[in-house]
């Protein structure tokens, strides 16, 4: 640890498989959280693979020993090559193996400086696993932060069964992770009693998802085009009122209600628009041109500091998502940012406070018919009125969930554990 003009600076590591910048389409909140704790004077190295997630490619071009170093605005990333994959079967879990094993080897070459502490973060359990080995090597506090809880985010989404092997294997890492972390942050908090009640764990700090507001408000104005624009303003062009998701394309996103929605709307000029991609979008499309539904739109996905953008072309934001009870959701904070009057069908109450809030309408849970009359109920409002709920939405978040605001609880958690 260095000091640097009066101010106590930090080395901080960062294990997780699918971070990444702004270039690209998804979430970005250890490069946006890294980014702030720069500007607080300390250093971040994040560890990541540039295989994507949902574009299912790599995103990164390596040297010939599979890694790349890059400086994206003061934040280090240590690029891995990780194992390809085209499903989510067997070359998945090669994949998440991969990153862990390929950075144990890779990382004592890289002569970086001493690590004054390393959190390791779930969106799978061994970059928590990799996190920790380095910690001890290091003798740094390990800090595991909890995205989705390894079982039982599967047993919950009937993925998994509760007493199958993989249950079993995973709910030991998740015991042996627990039981060495000097601290745990939760996105959740349903998590903090789950740590209670499994493991009388009570370290834990709440820190959910945020949004960068000045970097929202700053990137409405962008020019960059491309067919999504192109495609989302002959909509508008044509009359058509945008009810709007953007997200991944998969089976925890319950993506079934939309095509449902569809089915059942007879307001001929709104028009629902799905922005992104994934495992589940060609089967949804192919259902969607089956049932010849005119009122469906998949566009594909944006470079994610585009996200303001986009949103803003949006007249209504939808969220959805299936029986997901652990996390935070990313969408949510970008969707109230944007000004936009939102309507929800979520599992959880902490990942829909648009009632609470007075900007749109909550959904029952997996309810389409209730979704349609929550979609024809907005539509009836005047513009005056559906402002009114943006502007409550932008108030709400620019003071509970800016990026700001977040990073100043990690810095402050990180300095506490050193």
């Keep these: 640890m260095a000091n640097k003009g009066g101010i106590k600076s930090m080395n ?7 971070a990444q910048g702004p270039e690209i389409p998804g979430g970005t909140r250890h490069y946006d959280l890294a980014k702030q704790l720069v500007s607080y004077g300390h250093s971040v190295t994040i560890f990541a693979a540039g295989f994507h997630y949902t574009l299912l490619k790599e995103t990164v ?6 890694k790349k170093i890059e400086d994206k605005d003061g934040v280090n990333f240590v690029w891995v090559k990780t194992y390809p994959y085209e499903r989510n079967n067997i070359k998945r879990m090669i994949n998440i193996l991969s990153y862990a094993w390929k950075l144990n080897f890779l990382i004592p070459k890289l002569g970086l400086d001493k690590p004054d502490i390393i959190i390791g973060t779930t969106v799978h359990p061994f970059a928590a696993v990799i996190g920790h080995k380095f910690a001890k090597k290091y003798k740094t506090p390990f800090v595991f932060e909890i995205r989705d809880l390894w079982p039982q ?8 069964k509760k007493d199958s092997l993989v249950s079993k294997v995973f709910k030991a890492i998740e ?5 060495r972390a000097d601290s745990i942050i939760s996105l959740s908090p349903m998590t903090e009693q789950y740590l209670k009640d499994e493991y009388e764990y009570e370290k834990n700090i709440y820190i959910p998802n945020s949004v960068d507001v000045d970097y929202a408000n700053q990137n409405k104005s962008l020019s960059d085009m491309n067919a999504t624009f192109e495609q989302l303003q002959k909509l508008k062009d044509d009359g058509k009122k945008l009810f709007m998701f953007t997200g991944a394309i998969v089976q925890s996103n319950s993506i079934n209600m939309f095509v449902e929605t569809a089915k059942k709307l007879k307001i001929k000029d ?15 499309e192919q259902i969607a041109k089956d049932e010849s539904l005119s009122n469906i739109s998949f566009l594909d996905p944006v470079d994610k500091k585009l996200v303001p953008k986009l949103l803003d072309y949006a007249d209504v ?3 959805i998502q299936g029986n997901v009870q652990w996390g935070s959701s990313n969408k949510l904070y970008d969707y109230l940012a ?35 009359k929550n979609i024809e109920k907005i539509y009836k409002l005047s513009d005056e009125e559906k402002e009114q709920m943006g502007e409550k939405a932008y108030s709400y978040v620019s003071q509970n969930h800016d990026i700001k605001l977040m990073a100043k609880k990690l810095e402050k958690l990180c300095k506490e554990l050193i």
């Excluded at 071009?61 to 599979?66: I, L, R």
């Excluded at 985010?153 to 998994?160: N, Q």
């Excluded at 015991?175 to 039981?179: G, Q, R």
């Design 270 to 284: 709104i028009q629902i628009v799905l922005v992104g991609q994934g495992q589940e979008r060609v089967k949804y």
């Design 61 to 66: 071009e390596y040297n010939q020993d599979g």
């Design 175 to 179: 015991k042996y992770t627990v039981k």
């Design 153 to 160: 985010s599967f047993i919950d989404m009937g993925v998994w």
């Design 12 to 18: 901080i590591w960062i294990f997780n498989h699918h």
């Design 338 to 372: 944007a000004r936009k009057p939102i309507i929800t069908s979520l599992y959880v109450k902490h990942n829909d406070v648009v009632e609470d809030i007075g900007c749109g309408y909550s959904s029952g849970y997996d309810n389409s018919d209730d979704m349609v």
């Design 317 to 319: 934001l939808l969220l």
